[in-house]
C-alpha cells in the first residue's frame, strides 16, 4: 500500500503493509504526523483524507465521538486510530 502524506505542500510517500497502523509508520520514517495521548483523547493527530477513506480502517468509537466533540469535518481523522488498507492521501498541517 502507499500512503501519500501532504505538509506544507510538498508530498512524502511510504509504503506501508497492509493493515499497519499509521502509528507504527511514523515511529520508523519522519512523517510529519505528531502523536501525543495516541488513544483518541487529545486531538494532536488529526489528518485530513484527501483521498482514499474507503482505504482506511473505520473510525472506532472512541475517535468518532472525540471528533464530533471536536466538530470535526467528515474527511478528518485521528491518525492514532487509522490502520491503512490501501492506497491514500493525507494532510497533516492544512489546520
Known amino acids: 500500500m502507499k500512503i501519500l502524506i501532504r505538509k506544507k505542500g510538498d508530498f512524502k510517500e511510504f509504503t506501508v503493509r497492509q493493515g499497519l497502523g499509521l502509528q507504527a509508520v511514523c515511529a520508523k520514517e519522519e512523517t510529519g504526523i ?3 495521548c495516541r488513544a483518541a483523547d487529545c486531538g ?3 489528518i ?3 483521498s ?3 482505504n482506511l480502517s473505520p473510525k472506532t468509537v472512541a475517535e468518532a465521538d472525540f471528533l464530533k ?3 470535526a469535518d467528515d474527511d478528518e481523522r485521528l491518525a492514532c486510530q487509522v490502520r491503512v488498507f490501501g492506497d491514500a492521501v493525507i494532510e497533516t498541517d492544512y489546520l
Open 69 to 71: 466533540a471536536m466538530k
Open 44 to 46: 494532536i493527530c488529526v
Open 52 to 54: 482514499g477513506a474507503e
Open 48 to 50: 485530513k483524507v484527501i
Open 34 to 36: 505528531e502523536f501525543d
